[in-house]
């Protein structure tokens, strides 16, 4: 099964049993819950000034790819582990911390029920051109969902801001929209076909523009990493915008 019978046909059987991945099992699981925990982790290192949001935040473009092919479960799963992280490492309210996974949960259920009312039957090319169109608006939606539900539960819980509610969802918007659209892919693409993502990265990593990427992005990550030492965090937080061009010349590469 190709990548554009997959998404034709994925509102009629969810459960694809040639996907040694996604039999729902317990390690398929824990898996994901900790790449979803230790992502959310790292992201806070390029958190935005005088707000609890993360410039690169993986988790919704991972648990909005993962739950095309693993389905709803995977999404509730990803919440209830959001929420922990929340509540332990964050030192956020349980209530708050409840309050916010549950707005990234239902952001990506809203953009799985979108896609599941519109991924119908069509030709190879037309069915090309919906597939990009059909996840940039579900990227849209889920970051709609999230950072509306995010903006509205940093007022109420009477969070110390230092901008408007306004500005809050916007920054929260595109920051939540840029993550979707680079991380969605490669979560849909390595559990639609484990075998064929790891192929695709054994060959990158052989190529000298790979090499050259990993260079780039080691040099940032120094970078943003020690300028907080040697100087204003603000340059730190300005350069990390960087990452945004480098993974955009990533990404694509893993989901031919």
Excluded at 75 to 99: E, H, K, M, P, R
Excluded at 110 to 119: E, H, K, P, S, T
Aim: net charge neutral; hydrophobic share 55%; glycine share 6%.
């Amino acid at each position: 099964m190709n990548d554009l019978d997959h998404f034709s046909r994925w509102r009629h059987d969810s459960k694809h049993t040639d996907n040694p991945l996604n039999s729902k099992t317990l390690k398929t699981f824990v898996l994901f819950g900790l790449l979803i925990f230790v992502t959310a982790e790292a992201s806070r290192w390029l958190g935005v000034e005088g707000l609890p949001i993360s410039i690169i935040w993986p988790a919704s473009g991972l648990m909005l790819g993962a739950g095309v092919v693993l389905g709803y479960p995977i999404v509730l799963f990803s919440a209830i582990v959001l929420a922990v992280w929340l509540a332990t490492l964050q030192g956020t309210g349980l209530s708050t911390a409840l309050f916010m996974a549950t707005a990234q949960g239902l952001g990506v259920v809203a953009a799985l029920i979108y896609l599941r009312r519109n991924a119908g039957s069509q030709t190879a090319l037309q069915l090309e051109t919906r597939e990009r169109l059909v996840y940039l608006r579900a990227g849209t939606l889920t970051a709609t969902v999230t950072a509306g539900m995010g903006a509205a539960g940093m007022v109420l819980a009477g969070v110390d801001l230092t901008y408007s509610a306004h500005d809050i969802f916007l920054v929260y918007w595109l920051l939540e929209a840029l993550s979707i659209l680079l991380f969605a892919p490669l979560a849909y693409y390595f559990y639609l076909n484990p075998l064929r993502f790891t192929d695709a990265l054994r060959r990158d990593l052989a190529s000298r523009q790979m090499t050259l990427w990993y260079s780039a992005a080691v040099v940032l990550a120094i970078a943003v990493w020690a300028l907080p030492e040697l100087a204003d965090r603000t340059y730190a937080v300005a350069l990390s915008f960087a990452f945004f061009p480098l993974l955009c010349c990533f990404s694509p590469a893993w989901c031919c």
